[in-house]
């Protein structure tokens, strides 16, 4: 049986079976992504549901888990409402403009070791790139509607999203410094030996700069003056309704994730287990234990997890900025104290002998 | 014509055409929009030569920051598409001259030997291990330094003086201090009366 099937695949040319192999492992990521975001959703709406003393939804199946899928057989039967005079093209094109930079980011992250679908040499670079396109989704979105409130909401949140960009980027300077890459693996490795080698500590500025910055990137509460109900209606998508509405919506649940998986990459140590050269070898070479306790592909969504229940704490917790704080925060905080560190670790990697800290 | 000729003539194609349409579009907005189009197919041809470095750079500066805040600009204009296209006609002949100079001159000098397919041989297969953004740098910081730190000081003149050029001060708007506005005394907001309470009458 087993030979009869590589019969099959051997009767492929070559670069159809690449081309297969890849389309699979897309399948592989996008599937699981794609239901996270539909389940994250859920997850925010039970979380501050029970954080406010709610229950949160609990009649659509079995304690409510059918809840996503009912929300978007729901949205996928409405009608698309495209506005008079509106761009209809561009009007359309927006949400997908705002959706695929947040998936295409995944084909450069590391799972494992030894899964990933690419390893690019520049693959922060990428990410920094795909990242910086979301914005046009925003801004498209508002242009085309051709109403003034969406139009307003896209220049306050564009112009948000450019603000915090800049602090994310120069706190991602700092990481390829102290991991003297750009790959995305090799920035894992490099935090490799314990959890006390994780860029968390010490990076810590940095890090607490990036998740902020990522909450402000993604629009979510405290920043998302973008929707802003109380202000201006619902912001840059106040004139899309049905599945178009859906994908904006989607978008931010997508780019969270992203997000988490990227501070967990980049700060947490990604797959990287936190009793790494703490427990003993032997305890570590135990059939189940080991593999639970050891370095995989778990640790990396637990820390994932823990950072997107984060997001859900900050919009349970905290009151919505106002626009000239959020602009404030941005230029004129988070953006020098990432310059101060990056001073401060490249004096202390090449002037000082205490340079071990930040490698 | 193997694959990857095929996949250059088809970003070449949405190139050009994208860089047709960015002159010969009527709104602003949607003429840089198609800039942007012609932006990332430049890219793509440039990860087909192997430079994924400089193509994800384009992409990162021109896309995700230089074509934003142009955007965002040429969103905000409320220009008169009717006064744009007066005068059309009187300045076509010039124009058009013009064009017709420029494209006759790019012939000739194209045409010459020095651009010639021998001029340029194929540097062929790089190494596996090969690092684009590894090379670039280290030829950067080391043969090109004082050229690049040149180069930098230069943009920051130029970011000092842009800001400069535009920093006053207006005298009628307001604005909040948000170090005065944490640090209030409660007292000079609140005042706390004590009275005895008033029998109902």
């Not at chain 1, 823990?306 to 917790?317: K, P, Q, Y």
């Not at chain 2, 000729?5 to 709104?27: D, E, K, P, S």
């Not at chain 2, 805040?69 to 409320?78: A, H, I, K, N, R």
Request: net charge neutral; aromatic share 14%.
């Amino acid at each position: 049986m087993i030979q009869f099937m590589l019969d099959i695949w051997n009767l492929f040319p070559d670069w159809s079976q690449i081309a297969m192999i890849n389309i699979g492992k897309i399948v592989l990521i996008l599937v699981p992504l794609l239901l996270s975001v539909a389940y994250l959703t859920y997850a925010e709406r039970k979380i501050i549901g029970y954080m406010q003393v709610r229950i949160g939804p609990n009649r659509v199946g079995p304690k409510g888990w059918l809840q996503p899928i009912a929300d978007a057989g729901k949205l996928l039967f409405k009608e698309i409402i495209i506005p008079t005079q509106a761009s209809r093209y561009l009007f359309v094109f927006a949400p997908i403009l705002a959706f695929a930079p947040a998936l295409a980011a995944w084909a450069v992250i590391p799972f494992t070791d030894k899964m990933w679908l690419t390893n690019i040499d520049a693959g922060l670079l990428y990410i920094l790139a795909l990242t910086s396109m979301t914005v046009y989704g925003v801004i498209i979105a508002g242009w085309a509607s051709n109403s003034k409130y969406a139009f307003l909401g896209s220049l306050r949140s564009a112009a948000q999203i450019v603000a915090y960009e800049i602090a994310m980027g120069f706190a991602l300077v700092g990481v390829l410094m102290a991991a003297g890459s750009l790959n995305l693996r090799e920035i894992v490795l490099a935090q490799s030996g314990g959890p006390h080698q994780w860029y968390l500590l010490p990076l810590f500025p940095l890090f607490l700069v990036y998740l902020i910055s990522g909450v402000a990137e993604t629009n979510r509460s405290p920043f998302d003056v973008a929707e802003g109900e109380s202000e201006i209606v619902a912001g840059f998508h106040v004139e899309y309704s049905g599945m178009t509405f859906a994908i904006f919506f989607l978008a931010e649940y997508a780019n969270m994730i992203l997000i988490s998986a990227l501070c967990a990459i980049m700060f947490l140590g990604g797959w990287l287990s936190p009793f790494e050269g703490i427990l003993p070898a032997k305890i570590l070479a135990v059939p189940v234990i080991g593999t639970v306790l050891g370095n995989g592909v778990h640790w990396l969504l637990l820390k994932m997890s823990f950072i997107l229940f984060c997001f859900l704490w900050f919009r349970a917790t905290f009151p919505r900025y106002r626009y000239d704080q959020i602009m404030r925060l941005g230029w004129k905080v988070f953006i020098p104290v990432t310059l101060v560190w990056i001073g401060v670790m490249g004096g202390v990697m090449f002037l000082t002998p205490w340079g071990f800290i930040f490698h | 014509m193997t694959f990857l000729q095929g996949v250059f003539y088809f970003f070449a194609t949405v190139l050009v055409f994208a860089a047709a349409m960015v002159i010969t579009v009527r709104n602003p907005v949607k003429a840089a929009l198609f800039l942007v189009l012609a932006f990332v197919s430049a890219a793509c041809l440039w990860v087909l030569l192997q430079a994924e470095f400089l193509a994800i750079v384009l992409v990162l500066v021109y896309i995700g920051a230089v074509m934003v805040l142009f955007l965002f600009v040429v969103m905000m204009l409320d220009i008169n598409l009717v006064r744009l296209r007066e005068g059309f006609g009187e300045y076509l002949p010039i124009g058009g001259l013009v064009a017709v100079l420029l494209v006759l001159e790019m012939v000739i000098v194209l045409s010459t030997d020095q651009f010639g397919l021998e001029q340029m041989p194929d540097p062929g297969a790089l190494p596996a291990d090969h690092s684009n953004t590894r090379a670039l740098g280290r030829l950067l910081y080391t043969v090109y330094a004082y050229p690049f730190e040149i180069a930098a000081g230069i943009l920051l003149v130029a970011i000092v003086a842009a800001i400069a050029l535009t920093l006053r001060r207006r005298k009628d708007s307001k604005y909040q201090d948000p170090s005065w506005q944490i640090n209030i005394e409660p007292r000079e907001r609140v005042r706390v009366v004590k009275m005895p309470s008033e029998k109902k009458s």
